[in-house]
């Protein structure tokens, strides 16, 4: 589905936009019922400059403050015919850019465009063959050697293992493919069908959840022992958070000066105080939530948000959402909402400002928890 710029992620940090459809044309691919006409660039850029003028609002304050722009989960620039165009207009205007791409045959053109300080170059390969994604504009070999070349150009790298598929790509063909492209980071998610039962039939079955888990457990401990970033799914989930190699936390840094809110952070400041305490489990209160993001907070303390300014993924703020309200209200919202349940246990507790009360445990979830 093509998209203006929007907001994305789940306490919304970054921008995201999709401005053309997507001709990779694989065959596991979630969103090829979305496609869509080009949008012309102009209408991007009209939209930035909009945007820009608004005094209220989440999604204007954070174009105005440059933040990252993914382009694209759901497309792929590269696959349109005017992609350079499009991708100098965007740094034209400024912007960080996260490149979600399989390439295509002119990457090397990349290295003009993009700064090595800012943008990522996040490059899906699912495996060293292209079973699934034969009409790829790059074959798994030519994906394998534009990834080094990326590489060496020092273009920041993320080799995005995305979906794994095991009937497709084992551990050791992910290990050859990170020993080989030497990329900055590594991501993993497992291949995952919509809630909605929305066009079924565009879905193939979803892989078992025991040989995924195994394969990701695997990949996270290569590499943490190769000390390369990673984001691998379900970090924390039945052992403690570590803080080394955070791939979410280092592109926080790098990309947007730290000012982002990253659960990940969070939880490993916790697991700290956990290992250095002794303790077996602790209590998380949003007052040392608030007290660990004070920067994020005064970053976003001009930030008005409107009723509607966020209405993806849980979609709960917008609807309980009466009036404009400042960073700490709309924290507050995510924080009782669903915000943190990948990283901590929710208590029933409430705190003395109607805040509920977190737990975690030293070996992971209460209900993973080995102890
Ligand atoms: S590259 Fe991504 S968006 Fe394009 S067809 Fe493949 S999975 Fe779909």
Redesign the pocket.
């Known amino acids: 589905m093509l998209q203006a710029l929007h907001l994305f992620g789940f306490l919304p940090n970054m921008l995201e936009w999709s401005g053309n459809p997507?001709h990779?044309?694989?065959d596991y691919?979630y969103?090829?019922m979305w496609k869509r006409e080009n949008e012309p660039i102009e209408k991007f850029i009209n939209f930035v400059l909009k945007q820009e003028n608004k005094k209220e609002g989440l999604l204007p304050f954070l174009v105005r403050k440059r933040s990252p722009i993914t382009i694209s989960n759901?497309?792929?620039i590269m696959c349109a015919p005017d992609w350079r165009e499009r991708l100098e207009a965007v740094k034209k205007l400024g912007f960080p850019v996260y490149l979600e791409t399989?390439l295509n045959k002119d990457y090397k053109d990349l290295a003009q465009i993009l700064d090595t300080d800012k943008d990522t170059v996040y490059q899906?390969i699912t495996g060293c063959n292209n079973q699934y994604e034969d009409k790829n504009l790059l074959t798994a070999e030519e994906k394998i050697q534009a990834a080094k070349w990326l590489n060496k150009q020092g273009i920041h790298h993320i080799l995005a293992v995305n979906p794994f598929m095991p009937d497709k790509c084992n551990t050791d063909d992910v290990k050859k493919m990170i020993d080989e492209i030497k990329p900055h980071g590594v991501v993993m998610r497992d291949y995952h069908k919509p809630s909605s039962g929305l066009a079924k039939k565009y879905y193939q079955a979803e892989y078992p959840k025991d040989v995924c888990k195994q394969a990701r457990d695997d990949i996270r401990d290569y590499c943490r022992v190769k000390k390369i970033d990673h984001d691998i799914d379900l970090f924390g989930q039945d052992t403690p958070f570590y803080a080394d190699n955070n791939l979410r936390a280092s592109d926080n840094a790098r990309s947007f000066g730290g000012n982002h809110f990253v659960k990940q952070e969070f939880a490993i400041y916790v697991q700290k105080i956990i290992d250095a305490q002794g303790l077996d489990w602790v209590e998380i209160s949003f007052d040392g939530a608030l007290k660990f993001f004070q920067r994020q907070i005064d970053f976003f303390k001009d930030c008005i948000i409107k009723p509607g300014d966020y209405n993806i993924h849980t979609g709960s703020s917008y609807k309980k959402q009466e009036g404009n309200i400042g960073i700490i209200e709309f924290f507050r919202e995510h924080w009782n909402g669903n915000w943190f349940k990948d990283c901590f246990d929710k208590t029933k507790k409430l705190d003395h400002s109607n805040s509920v009360i977190y737990f975690r445990g030293k070996c992971g979830f209460d209900k993973f928890a080995k102890e």
Do not use: N, Y
Request: charged share 35%; proline share 0%; aromatic share 0%.
């Open positions: 997507c990779q044309g694989c691919c969103a090829k759901r497309t792929d399989k899906t």
